[in-house]
Nanobody, 122 residues
């Protein structure tokens, strides 16, 4: 089994910063792309940022220049550094990981974290 555990959400004032973490654990052979999504109330889930196994990154236009995604392969962890936060960044943030498990390394599987609330408000 594989588990994704997220941390780092919370309440922050506009202009503030937060750092989200998502650690994958379990019977992991390798991890391919990792990413962060978010979902605000009554809105569809949207991609915020992603990072490949080769460290290529992609960002939504709404967060470019403010958010930075990174990964620590030794810890099977992906991070999202969020700066200059705005009220419209308020949402539940989910990490998403594509990986291959030991014993079935030919099969790429997709996993979601449990979500962490980020609220930007004064």
């Amino acid at each position: 089994q594989v588990q994704l555990v997220e941390s780092g959400g919370g309440l922050v004032q506009p202009g503030g910063s937060l750092r989200l973490s998502c650690a994958a654990s379990g019977s992991i052979f390798s991890i391919d792309a990792m990413g962060w999504y978010r979902q605000a109330p009554e809105k569809p889930r949207e991609l915020v940022a992603s990072i490949t196994s080769g460290d290529s990154t992609n960002y939504s236009d709404s967060v470019k220049g403010r958010f930075t995604i990174s990964r620590d392969n030794a810890k099977n962890t992906v991070y999202l550094q969020m700066n200059s936060l705005k009220p419209e960044d308020t949402a539940v943030y989910y990490c998403n990981v594509n990986l291959r498990r030991r014993g079935s390394s030919r099969i790429r599987e997709n996993y979601w974290g449990q979500g962490t609330q980020v609220t930007v408000s004064s």
